[in-house]
């Protein structure tokens, strides 16, 4: 069956970085993409991005060019998502999924991670 | 960019009726190549969300028949036939028609009266 497990929850300061792994299973890992979605506390889904696990291209959200980068190791089928400067409004529970490019749709996703930013 | 707004943001459903919830977009969601890529997710409390519907009416496997999409254009529409106790939650609407942001409604609460 499909699986995404995510890494655990992390606790950063402002400024630092942090990077997300997420590990698929149950499929072959090239044939679709990952998206990359946020939700702070207690508010609704914020897309981030994505990226072809075939190409490696990706496609970011305005807000976040420059500070984010995802990427994937196909030798593992684990994906990344890095975030970099971070400031107190990035805490919020980060979650992959599986994007399927024919219907543009996630179908299945991680069990998310939480990251706090907190000085 | 394209702004998804859903109505009602709560929705007070009572056991064993039916329940309707709208998402309109700022722009068409038909894309250049005769699609309309808007899907519908559902998340549970504590849980993360769910693919139910996608591009507008197309069921997600293992979802319930009781769950039907429709509309076209700008305007959608997620009805729940026969509203059961685990449907509690948040729905989201979202875009994938503008390539490459894609955009999230602002959820819906159901819950149970």
């Known amino acids: 069956q499909v699986q995404l497990v995510q890494s655990g929850a992390e606790v950063k300061k402002p400024g630092a970085s942090v990077k997300v792994s997420c590990k698929a299973s149950?499929?072959?890992?090239?044939?679709?993409?990952i998206s990359w979605v946020r939700q702070a506390p207690g508010q609704g889904l914020e897309w981030m991005g994505w990226?072809?696990?075939?190409?490696?291209?990706?496609n970011y959200a305005q807000k976040l060019q420059g500070r984010v980068t995802m990427t994937t190791d196909t030798s593992t089928s684990t994906a990344y998502m890095e975030l970099r400067s971070l400031r107190s409004d990035d805490t919020a529970v980060y979650y992959c999924?599986?994007?399927?490019?024919?219907?543009?749709?996630?179908?299945?996703w991680g069990q998310g991670t939480l990251v706090t930013v907190s000085s | 960019d394209i702004v998804m707004t859903q109505t009602p943001l709560s929705s007070p459903v009572t056991l064993g009726q039916p329940a309707s919830i709208s998402c309109r977009s700022s722009?068409?969601?038909?894309?250049?190549?005769?699609?309309?890529?808007l899907s519908w997710l559902q998340q549970r409390p504590g849980q993360p969300p769910r693919l139910l519907i996608y591009?507008?009416?197309n069921r997600f496997s293992g979802v319930p028949d009781r769950f039907s999409g429709s509309g076209a254009g700008t305007d959608f529409t997620l009805k729940i036939s026969r509203v059961e106790a685990e449907d509690v939650g948040v729905y989201y609407c979202?875009?994938?028609?503008?390539?490459?942001?894609?955009?999230f409604g602002q959820g819906t609460r159901l819950e149970i009266k």
């Open positions: 999924a599986r994007l399927r490019f024919l219907e543009w749709s996630t179908d299945y």
């Open positions: 149950g499929y072959t890992f090239t044939s679709y993409g």
């Open positions: 990226i072809s696990a075939y190409n490696g291209n990706t």
């Open positions: 722009q068409s969601l038909v894309h250049s190549d005769g699609n309309t890529y």
């Open positions: 591009k507008i009416s």
């Open positions: 979202m875009q994938a028609t503008q390539f490459p942001q894609n955009t």
